[in-house]
Nanobody
């Protein structure tokens, strides 16, 4: 069982930046492909970004490509989401997720593939 705890959310003006962190309670963090998802009020949870176990491969939703960067530090058991040029449409609860079933270089973009989820952190972007 892996516990995931997100942090770093908050209120920011449009055009601003935030950095989300997700700390995992496991000694084998490099065994997990990681992802970030978000859910706005009244909408389904959607994929934002993913990173492979190795950290070498990443993938982004078109809506955030060029503005968000996912990274991981396997020594710190943490995955990050750097969010720049934020827009009001980015307002949502952001969740990190972990998948222990993938190969070392694979990324995972669908919710059903992930076994473990954090509680989420609220990001609000004002116009």
């Amino acid at each position: 069982q892996v516990q995931l705890v997100e942090s770093g959310g908050g209120l920011v003006q449009a055009g601003g930046s935030l950095r989300l962190s997700c700390a995992a309670s496991t000694r084998t963090f490099s065994n997990y492909a990681m992802g970030w998802f978000r859910q706005a009020p009244g909408k389904e949870r959607e994929f934002v970004a993913a990173i492979s176990r190795s950290g070498d491969n990443t993938y982004y939703a078109d809506s955030v490509k060029g503005r968000f960067t996912i990274s991981r530090d396997n020594a710190k058991n943490t995955v990050y989401l750097q969010m720049n040029s934020l827009k009001p449409d980015d307002t949502a609860v952001y969740y990190c997720a972990a998948d222990p079933h993938q190969g070392y270089f694979f990324v995972v973009t669908t919710t059903r593939e992930y076994d473990y989820w954090g509680q989420g952190t609220q990001v609000t972007v004002s116009s």
